[in-house]
């Protein structure tokens, strides 16, 4: 039997999933997976997908890890692979989708202060990432760089049958059920002032971590409550 990877919540860093783990936030890590495919050593795995995104290099980082690794891998899109996660989907000997499910591809997307030449060097940045993004999609799909880099100008949502009409899944799971889809477009990623907030804060001695976690997912619960995301 393969040896199950999940993928469930948004892709971050290592050094950050510790702060989503403290918070009680599903999330995925290079380092959550690169321990499962230690513990699978070779045998065959099935990668279950279910990740509104995230970071671009930590999503990189295990895409490379799975394509790399010496078994049969399976992936599973079961919710939604979108942004970091759908380049994580192309990594897949076989790619699966289920038909309530979706794919998203954009563009990539960042924060940047400074003059005229700071946001130059941030767009150059975000082009060739971009780029490098595109070449997974290119792989699997064996479409033109300049065609997938237009889907990703559009933010462009897929089907399961659109997704398996363009090439970037290879097989609809339940193909004789009626498709249902649902989808949602919060990756669900902490913003970087409320880790920067926490990751402080803990620092400080005089700080009582048990109180300040009460208060935190209190405060977690309520936003999400309302929709609405954090900004403090």
Known sequence: MAKKINIKGP???NSDAWIYEW???EATSPQKVNDA???????DIEVEINSGGGSVFAGSEIYTALKSYKGNVIVKIVGLA??????IAMAGNKVMMSPTAQIMIHNVSSRASGDYRDMEHTAEVLRNANDTIANAYRIKTGKAQEELLALMDKETWMTADKAKELGFVDEIMFECDSQLVASTDYSGMLPPEVINKIRNTLKNPNIDSDILMQKSKTKLNLLKLKGEMINE
């Not at 979108?82 to 380049?87: D, E, F, H, I, Q």
Request: aromatic share 6%; no cysteine; glycine share 10%.
């Open 11 to 13: 892709i971050v860093s």
């Open 82 to 87: 979108a942004s970091a996660a759908s380049v």
């Open 23 to 25: 918070f009680g936030i």
């Open 37 to 43: 495919l230690e513990k699978a050593n070779g045998e």
